[in-house]
């Protein structure tokens, strides 16, 4: 399980925390732990989509920080309580993670 | 009259002396905690640090931390500018040597142990009671060890699953 | 060329150019490698959207707890995981963060879809102080910014 996620839908926004599983290695930390900089590893981009939709799109960069915790938010007219969310990471080496969770 | 107030400070100094050279042994402290279902709590600090004096004054002091602190935990404070002796997994050191020993020369550090003696959780630097989020993430850290919930999970997480803004 | 042919080609470039956003999220890493490994603010934000013209206005900043117009420098206790919040009520088609103090300027970069309420919260490392700026590509193609000021310092006394 790479996310923990949660979403409200309250007054036709629905409001998302979540919290990657990731150890947002930078090259700075990968060259002082192993002497190697393509050690480096740190998640890419992030996506999560509501019943098939897009609602969020982030490429990012190893600066986010460790195991990082990110809000936002999306319309909720076009959704309702019960709808699934699913969020998916991409890391600089290819591999996902995922987590996905139910509207409340 | 006046004899009560002698005995009185005579009682206060005898107090002090005995306060002023004593070990400070957390192996028991453990043991009281655990009986008493608590956790202990050891406060680092040192004189002449106003960071400490003002952690001290306005978080440790704070009626709502004050009132969490005596309820759920064993409170020791160590000022590491004193010459006591800590006694802590059978050995004896003097308090700045433990600090150093346990890798926390920095002061103010609040110290989380569990009922093995283990350093749980450690909070190291000044947290501002004045300002609202340190105060509320110095609850949240006591909240999170009297909980039990470090035996599950990092104080990361912890933040994450409690924080209730959505 | 044949005007059929060149018709065409036309409105199927129209098409693509007011396609949802959502239909088009952007990865930005592959999309614009040169954001990333730019170390200047300016240099990322260039490479980016081929303009370094701001417009300080109608975007919220929000660092370690001290909002950009404050006119106060926000302090952060834990250079690992400062809190980050950005919002703004312009039309856009991306937002971005770049900081300079580490030793890549760009943080992320954020798609604009058509669902986003765009309000954003994100949390991260800051070698050291410095300054947080987030720009707005608005549907107008004008860029708009905040920046914040920040210092990383731990409040204690060395043994």
């Known amino acids: 399980m790479g996310i923990k996620v949660k979403a409200k839908l309250k007054k036709g926004v629905v409001n998302v925390k979540a919290m990657a599983k990731h150890a947002m290695t930078t090259y700075n930390q990968a060259e002082k732990k192993t002497g190697n900089r393509e050690d480096a590893n740190f998640i890419t981009h992030i996506s999560a989509t509501c019943n098939g939709e897009t609602v969020f799109d982030m490429s990012t960069s190893q600066f986010l920080s460790k195991n990082p915790i990110f809000k936002f938010k999306f319309k909720g007219d076009a959704f309702k309580k019960g709808d699934k969310l699913l969020i998916t990471w991409t890391d600089r080496k290819g591999k996902t993670g995922t987590g996905k969770t139910k509207l409340k | 009259m006046i004899k009560k107030l002698v005995i009185n400070t005579l009682l206060l100094l005898t107090l002090q002396l005995t306060l002023q050279a004593r070990d400070i042994n957390i192996d028991f402290l453990v043991q009281k905690a655990q009986k008493e279902h608590k956790h202990l709590f050891v406060w680092l600090h040192k004189d002449g640090c106003g960071y400490c004096e003002n952690m001290r004054e306005f978080t440790l002091q704070n009626d709502v931390v004050k009132a969490y602190i005596s309820k759920h935990f064993i409170y020791q404070h160590i000022n590491v500018s004193k010459g006591d002796d800590v006694i802590y997994k059978g050995l004896t050191t003097k308090a700045k040597k433990f600090a150093q020993k346990i890798g926390y020369d920095f002061y103010p550090t609040s110290l989380f142990f569990d009922e093995d003696a283990e350093i749980v959780y450690v909070s190291v630097g000044f947290m501002d009671g004045r300002k609202l989020s340190h105060e509320e993430k110095f609850y949240k850290i006591l909240h999170f060890i009297d909980s039990d919930s470090y035996k599950k999970m990092d104080f990361d997480e912890y933040q994450f699953e409690t924080d209730e803004e959505l | ?159």
């Open chain 3, 1 to 159: 060329m044949e005007r059929r042919k060149f018709l065409s080609l036309t409105l199927g470039a129209l098409a693509l150019a007011v396609a949802p956003a959502s239909v088009r999220a952007e990865d930005y890493r592959k999309l614009k490698p040169t954001v990333w490994s730019a170390h200047k603010v300016e240099d990322a934000i260039k490479n980016l959207y081929g303009s370094t013209t701001l417009i300080e206005k109608g975007v919220k900043l929000k660092a370690a707890g001290e909002s950009f117009d404050s006119g106060k420098k926000a302090v952060a206790s834990n250079g690992g995981a400062v809190p980050v919040e950005f919002s703004t009520k312009i039309a856009a088609k991306s937002i971005s963060v770049f900081q300079d103090a580490n030793p890549e300027a760009a943080v992320c970069v954020i798609s604009v879809g058509k669902y986003d309420v765009t309000e954003y919260s994100i949390k991260i490392k800051m070698g050291k102080p410095g300054t947080i700026t987030v720009v707005v590509e608005g549907q107008d193609g004008k860029l708009y910014a905040a920046k914040q000021a920040l210092d990383v310092a731990l409040g204690g006394c060395e043994g």
